[in-house]
């Protein structure tokens, strides 16, 4: 689905009265210079006289994330002791606190860096992304290699199971 048949959607009720043609315009322009396939939270407010404003949002925090971590999805089961999706270091969760110290949810409650980075963290885990203080190329490339065996083998597991649902 293309960026803007998303965005479109809400415009279609025709008590908005908005030209569908003259927003796409608007929002391909606004974000032309973002790559597409990025996930971009828009608000659209839609005045009395027919006009809108669009605003778009930065990518989500766990966009940023799994991004950083090389990763499409997060874990299945988190927690301790739980899978692991991903690793990204502190230097990544500080860079995202400094984009994401922007977005309005942060910027307008004067929110301090620290605890940008400490929810950071927090959503990581939540991803089943482990936060490392360092890391090397060579431990990233052992610890895809094992995720990649693992990801196999829980989808073997996963087609065993439904076929054995299948069966009964």
Do not use: W
Not at 8 to 13: G, P, Q, Y
Not at 76 to 100: C, D, M, P, S, W
């Amino acid at each position: 689905m293309s960026r803007i048949s998303r965005a479109t959607r809400a415009l279609r009720k025709p008590e908005r009265g908005v030209s569908i043609n003259q927003f796409c315009k608007e929002f391909n322009e606004k974000t032309k210079d973002i790559k597409e396939g990025i996930p971009l939270p828009t608000k659209i407010f839609v005045k009395p006289d027919r006009t809108f404003e669009i605003k778009i949002g930065q990518p989500t925090v766990s966009y940023f994330l799994k991004a950083a971590a090389g990763i499409e999805k997060g874990a299945r089961h988190t927690g301790k002791g739980q899978e692991v999706a991903g690793l990204v270091t502190l230097k990544h969760v500080y860079e995202i606190a400094r984009v994401k110290a922007q977005d309005d949810a942060f910027a307008l409650q004067d929110v301090p860096l620290s605890s940008v980075v400490r929810s950071i963290i927090g959503s990581a885990r939540s991803l089943g992304i482990r936060v490392v203080k360092d890391l090397s190329s060579e431990e990233l490339a052992a610890f895809q290699k094992e995720r990649a065996l693992f990801l196999a083998a829980q989808k073997e597991a996963d087609l065993a199971a439904q076929a054995e649902a299948a069966k009964k």
